[in-house]
Nanobody, 125 residues
């Protein structure tokens, strides 16, 4: 599986961005998907996760109420809508896929097997 993330950019605090991650292959609909981020000098952290059907979603406390994860299994794409962005959201954002069942949403990084190349999000104050 190859993952291609896009949609990052420079935005002012309070602004919005939508990240997209498109996967190759025919089995996307069976994977759990997640978004991670890594800021300079910090460890990578999981931001959000979504199960194979899209009905289960999870969020890190730092983004609850501001970020929304969704997926379109017909387009092999997962999205991260980011609203009310803050300077502390600045990071490289990665999408990831987990192939092993159960494919319900999980914030456990060890469940993810495939990683995209990352897209930079910069939020200015």
């Amino acid at each position: 599986v190859q993952l291609q993330a896009s949609g990052g950019g420079l935005v002012q605090a309070g602004g919005s961005l939508r990240l997209s991650c498109t996967a190759s292959g025919r089995t996307f609909s069976t994977y759990l998907m997640g978004w991670f981020r890594q800021a300079p000098g910090k460890e990578r952290e999981i931001v959000s996760a979504i199960g194979w059907s899209g009905t289960t979603t999870l969020y890190a406390d730092s983004v609850k109420g501001r970020f929304t994860i969704s997926r379109d299994n017909f387009k092999n794409t997962v999205y991260l809508q980011m609203n009310n962005l803050k300077p502390e959201d600045t990071a490289v954002y990665y999408c990831a896929a987990g192939r092993s069942p159960p494919s319900i949403a999980t914030m456990n990084p060890a469940r993810y097997d495939y990683w995209g190349q990352g897209t930079q999000v910069t939020v200015s104050s």
